[in-house]
Structure formats: C-alpha cells, structure tokens
C-alpha cells in the first residue's frame, strides 16, 4: 500500500506545495486540498493515512496564530477529525499547522482527551518575527522521528513560544512528548537563550507529540530543510565534501521525517486504516 497524504490549504496556509513534494519525494501520493473542499467532503480523511496542516499565515494571524483556522476546523470538521487521529493514521502540523492542531487540543491530548486544549504557542520573547537555522535535539518514539537525534532546519514564525502549566510539563516530560528541544550548535541545551531558542519556549520546546506519538506538532520547518543546498552552512558544507574527496548528500535532515512517514506504511507492516 502506498499511504495517502492530504495536505491542507486555504485562508493564508502557505507551505502547501513544498509539504506536497516533501511527502512525493518520500514515495507517498499526496493531495492539496482547500479546507473548504474538506469541509464540503469530509469523507475524503476516511481514504487517507496522513494529514498535514503547513505553515502558512492563516487569517493574518487575527485573534491568534492558527487560532481562527483552527476554530473552522472545531466547528466543521471535528467528528471526523476526531475519527481519523483515532484510526492508525498519522498527522504533523508544521509552524502554523503547528499552531492549529495544538488550538484544536490534538496535542497533547492527555489521556487520549482529543479536543481538550492544555499548551498555547504564543508570541516570541522578542516580540520579533524569526527566520534563522536552529539546531534540535530529538528524543521521541514518535513514528515522524524514528531513527533521528537531531536536525538542523529553520524556523519562521513570530508566535512560536510553547507556554503551559508546569503540571502539563512534568507531564509531557514523563510520557516522552516533548519531540524536539533546541539546541546549541555543540549539542548542549540551550537553555533559553536567544538566538539558540529563538521563541523563548519554556523548556527549550520546538515540538510536541500526542501520546500515541502519531500526531506532531513542530515549530520549525522541514519541508524547507529538504536538501543540502538549501541549508545555511551549504558553501562550508560543499567545501569540506570535495577536499575529503566526497560527494555531498543530495538530502538534508528535514526529509528525514517524511521517509519516516512513508516507511511506517510499508506494505506488509501497516493494514490500511
């Protein structure tokens, strides 16, 4: 079976297209679909495996980032919603995707309770707009992070900061769902300083998972780390390649994660959903 992966688009969702071959280059079948379209056949996530919420601006970011996409999807969509996280399927929200599942409560959904929203993104501590290459640190079982320790992709966003409760922490501690940690370039934590956590989140935190670890949701930007050349360090990279007399890999970190994805529908490992 090769899954089937919807990636969302509408109302400022901007990463639609990058997503998309992000997931074809994985070997996956994908599909842009404008959440009114959804809406209108909400049927459709009965047929897919994978569903992606790209980053984008959506709604201008008006009474919140993700908020109003995320309150269109809870007033439209939920019970179907609902049913798909709930079947073996997988889900990644990226940026403001990000944004809007944690709004809509699909993480961390304590206890399985999809809906119940306990962690808010708010705005950077700088009160500024960040664009910049991060480092990450990774310690999941999450299916989107299987086999990865760290990644280095950019992030984009002005309200990226993971705010919650310090229960809702310790929680999110101990059952392993804090996905992604930025981290200094030598590997150490980062500790909250800027530019090495760029957000100002609370426990250096870039990502979070439900507890089933399917549903993701990550602040920076894979689909935009797909490829070498496409990394800030590319020249230095290139350099150090040709005088080891080596090729550089064509792929960066951030496909990681859509190979990922792929690999968990292996014919033969999953029943389709």
Request: hydrophobic fraction near 35%.
């Given at each position: 079976m090769t899954a089937k992966a919807l990636i969302l688009a509408g109302y400022g969702l901007n990463c639609e297209e990058e997503t998309l071959h992000a997931f074809e280059r994985a070997g996956l079948n994908g599909k842009i679909m404008h959440i009114n379209d959804l809406i209108d056949d909400a049927h459709v996530l009965d047929d897919a495996q994978i569903l992606a919420v790209p980053g984008g601006f959506s709604y201008g970011d008006d009474t919140g980032s993700g908020n109003a996409f995320a309150q269109k999807m809870k007033l439209a969509l939920w019970e179907p919603l609902k049913?798909?996280?709930?079947?073996?399927?997988?889900?990644i929200g990226i940026c403001n995707g990000c944004q809007i599942i944690t709004n809509l409560g699909l993480v961390p959904a304590p206890e399985g309770q999809y809906g119940k929203r306990v962690v808010a993104v708010t705005h950077?501590?700088?009160?500024?707009?960040q664009c910049r290459w991060v480092d990450l640190k990774v310690n999941s079982a999450s299916p989107w992070l299987a086999g990865v320790s760290t990644l280095h992709i950019p992030v984009a966003h002005g309200e990226g900061r993971f705010m919650m409760d310090r229960a809702v922490l310790e929680s999110l501690r101990?059952?392993?769902?804090?996905?992604?940690?930025?981290i200094r370039p030598d590997g150490t934590p980062a500790a909250g300083l800027f530019p090495y956590n760029p957000s100002g989140a609370m426990d250096d935190i870039a990502a979070i998972t439900d507890e089933s670890g399917k549903v993701l949701a990550i602040m920076p930007h894979p689909e935009r780390g797909m490829y070498s050349w496409q990394r800030d360090d590319y020249m230095e990279a290139k350099d150090k390649a040709r005088r080891e007399g080596r090729r550089l890999p064509e792929e960066s970190e951030g496909m990681a994660l859509f190979h990922n994805a792929a690999r968990y529908f292996?014919?033969?490992?999953?029943?389709?959903?």
């Open positions: 049913r798909f996280v709930e079947r073996d399927t997988l889900t950077n501590l700088t009160a500024r707009y101990e059952n392993g769902q804090i996905a992604a940690q930025f292996e014919v033969g490992k999953r029943k389709s959903a």
